[in-house]
């Protein structure tokens, strides 16, 4: 079985994203830093790949009795046995509370993402949870924006709006369209444009595309709203790591609600990147 799961999770995998190739078509620029992130996440995203492609490999190789089967091979055999992530895997990945099935399934859509950006150009909507070092695409986003109106990029900050849910095949003129957030304690109320109760038995609700829009922080409008953390998964707790920011916490983001702060803040509201299913 386990000889069975490693050679379909093989040939599901593509092949690693060619950097160098990366780097001559979307160069380093001063006016488009997206460009940096998009080579940033194929090398981070190889080494995952690496990881899992010689893993299952040398698994296969372990069960034929072609090498020794060592405690590291063994702890990748057990997981996937139990269906969960190999701790070999975690130790490389972003955090993931997914069991391995939604994992394969979440880090293959991720590739396709990355994959879709290098052969068709910038996309119009980033998936924000498909990023590893999802920091680094929203400095990249105000760098621009800096560079572009040449403000310096510790005064800016981002205004947040949610958009009508509908496709969207144009990128906005300042700041990005971003998808893929859920919302956990509340939904969004699409009529009203406001946050609002869950509704009975629905645990999460999908946000549609946001539009991070780049300003100076003394212009940011003041409107009655509630401040959201975004977490990557549901855990809602990381550690510092050694660029400065959390494993977990990526920003907090400002939802327009008609309802005071407390009420949300008691009912623990806040968005998450990916769900654990």
């Keep these: 079985m386990v000889f069975e799961v490693a050679a379909d999770i093989l040939s599901k995998l593509p092949a690693n994203f060619d950097v160098e190739a990366s780097m001559r078509k979307y160069p380093t620029t001063y006016t488009q830093s997206m460009n940096t992130v998009l080579v940033q ?20 190789k372990a069960i034929k009795g072609l090498v020794v089967m060592s405690a590291e091979l063994e702890e990748v055999v057990n997981s996937i046995l139990k269906g969960r992530v190999p ?47 999802t920091q680094a695409f929203l400095t990249g986003s105000q760098q621009n924006f800096a560079r572009k109106y040449t403000i310096p990029i510790d ?29 956990d304690g509340a939904r969004w109320d699409r009529k009203k444009k406001v946050l609002a109760e869950s509704h009975p038995k629905v645990l999460y609700d999908t946000v549609p595309v946001m539009w991070l829009k780049p300003c100076k922080r003394q212009d940011i409008p003041k409107r009655p709203s509630y401040l959201s953390p975004v977490y990557k998964t549901s855990e809602r707790r990381g550690t510092l790591s050694t660029t400065g ?14 309802m005071p702060e407390e009420h949300w803040i008691g009912r623990g509201v806040a968005l998450m990147c990916q769900l654990n299913s």
Excluded at 93 to 101: A, E, H, T, V
Aim: charged share 20%; glycine share 8%.
């Design 245 to 258: 920011h959390s494993t977990n916490f990526v920003i907090s983001m400002t939802i327009p609600s008609d």
């Design 87 to 133: 701790g070999m895997w975690m130790k490389k990945s972003y955090p993931s509370l997914k069991p391995l099935g939604s994992y394969v399934n979440d880090f293959l859509a991720r590739l396709k993402f990355l994959q879709d950006w290098y052969d068709h150009g910038t996309p119009p909507v980033f998936w924000l949870s498909g990023f590893f070092f």
């Design 155 to 183: 005064l800016l900050g981002f205004d947040y709006e949610v958009l009508e849910d509908k496709e969207y095949h144009q990128a906005p003129e300042d700041g990005v369209y971003v998808r893929g957030l859920f919302l």
């Design 41 to 60: 996440e194929m090398g981070r995203f190889n080494k995952l790949l690496q990881t899992i492609r010689d893993s299952c490999i040398n698994i296969q």
